[in-house]
Every structure is written in structure tokens, then in C-alpha cells.
């Protein structure tokens, strides 16, 4: 028998461009199984007009499960992502970022590979779509070599240990002792899934990735954090 439910986790500061095209995207996607959504906004502390702009679109789409959380200060997506996580009722859960730079519709083929072959974690990646574009050669290779890293620690075959599509069953996500507070969320929860003994599948997903100037807000000293991360969990539970 098929989930009900997928619970959508949007961690989301300052993305008063995106976030409402997003939530229409998301509306529109028709889910394989007849899989319902729960879509969980949790705006950490923005300082522009994405809390009202999400309040406004909830109050215009009552029939929708859409909630809205709200961090009194900017806490990092790792703490977004946590307080999302608390107030899942889902059977699956997914991580999507409050920018454009994936495709909700990529949610299928991620719930097909986590469903049909029994899974309880499936990863995206962006290097698996050829067609995929990477505007900052700084940041591929940067992604690469922490999931080199990751392959190497962890003795896992992945190829894009930072992509933000992730899809967990629930109880299993809510198992994991998650610790995280920025963009450290990707490799603990890859270090702390493969140290269960799980080899992580992939399933390729599309990538419009867009520039600092239009709001992306990693940067390079988060890549040292994801290195140490992985190295720390490898001796630390």
C-alpha cells in the first residue's frame, strides 16, 4: 500500500522572489499513487516580505495543507529543516530549498525509486542529468570533492552528496539525531545514514542554478564546514 502523504519542508529566508512561484509549482505537481502533500514553510528569520507574502498565499489556498513556522531570528537552514521536521505528519518527507534551482516535479522519480523498491532514503543529483548547466566552476568542484569525501569516509557510491532533493521515510528521518544548524544538514545526515549501514541510491534530477546576485547564499566557507562535518561523524556518533 502506498504512503498518503508527502510532507514538503521549504527552509526559506529572504526568498520574496521565488517562494510564491515555488508554492505554485509545488501545488501543481500531480504526485504518483495518488500521494497527497503537506507543504511546511519554515521562514528563519527573513527580514524582507517573505513571511507576509506566505501568509497572504495561505490565507488565499485554505483547502491546501500548507503551515507556515516562523523563526524569531536567522538560525541557519540545518535549524529550518529541524523545526520542519518536528511538525511533519507525512509518512515521507522532502527537503526543498525556497529557490527555483530544482524542479518539483522531480518529486516522482524520487518517490517511484523510494517506493517501489522499498527504500527509506533516496538522494537527487544534479551530475546525474547531463544536461544540467553549473554556472560556478568553484562550487562543482567544491560539490565533488565533498562527496569524494563522503565516498570515501562512508563507503558510499554517490555522486552528489550536497543535492537538496532528499526524500526520507518519516520514522526514519525522525530517528536520525540530527545536530545541525546551517548547511551542514547534507553531510550529517549522509554520514549518520551510512553509518546505519545504508548504501544511499540516486535518482537524477534537474538543476537551474542561480548566481550569489540572485540570492544564493552558500559560500565557500560552508563547503570546510561539510568537509569537517563528515570527518567529525566519522568518529563521533
Known amino acids: 500500500m502506498s504512503p498518503d502523504t508527502l510532507s514538503i519542508i521549504i527552509p526559506s529566508y529572504n526568498e520574496e522572489k521565488t517562494i510564491l512561484i515555488l508554492l505554485d509549482r509545488i501545488l501543481d505537481v500531480n504526485l504518483i499513487y495518488g500521494i ?10 527573513s527580514n524582507d516580505n517573505t513571511k507576509t507574502m506566505v501568509n497572504d498565499y495561505i490565507k488565499k489556498n485554505t483547502d491546501k495543507n500548507i503551515k507556515l513556522l516562523v523563526h524569531d531570528k536567522n538560525m541557519g537552514k540545518g535549524a529550518a529543516v529541524r523545526t520542519g521536521i518536528k511538525h ?9 530549498d525556497g529557490d527555483l534551482e530544482c524542479d518539483p516535479e522531480d518529486y ?3 518517490l517511484k525509486e523510494l517506493i517501489e523498491k522499498d527504500m527509506l532514503v533516496v538522494f537527487g543529483s544534479r ?6 548547466k553549473h554556472l560556478n566552476k568553484l562550487f562543482y568542484f567544491g560539490g565533488k570533492v565533498v562527496t569524494f569525501t563522503a565516498n570515501i569516509l562512508y563507503n558510499q557510491n554517490l555522486t552528489d552528496e550536497a543535492a537538496c532533493y532528499k526524500i526520507f ?9 540530527l545536530k545541525c544548524n546551517r548547511f551542514e544538514f547534507c553531510p550529517e545526515v549522509t ?6 549501514g545504508i548504501k544511499i541510491p540516486e535518482v537524477p534530477i534537474r538543476f537551474y542554478p542561480r548566481t550569489n ?11 570546510f564546514e561539510a ?9 563521533v556518533n
Do not use: C, H
Open 169 to 177: 521515510r518519516t520514522d526514519f528521518l525522525k530517528s536520525i539525531p
Open 88 to 96: 511533519v505528519t507525512g509518512e515521507l518527507v522532502i527537503i526543498q
Open 108 to 110: 516522482n522519480p524520487l
Open 191 to 196: 554520514a549518520k545514514v551510512a553509518k546505519r
Open 227 to 235: 568537509m569537517w562535518t563528515l570527518i567529525k561523524y566519522k568518529f
Open 213 to 223: 546576485d540572485e540570492g544564493k547564499k552558500i559560500r565557500m566557507k560552508d563547503g
Open 36 to 45: 497527497n502533500k503537506e507543504i511546511i514553510i519554515v521562514d528563519d528569520g
Open 127 to 132: 551530475f546525474r542529468t547531463k544536461e544540467n
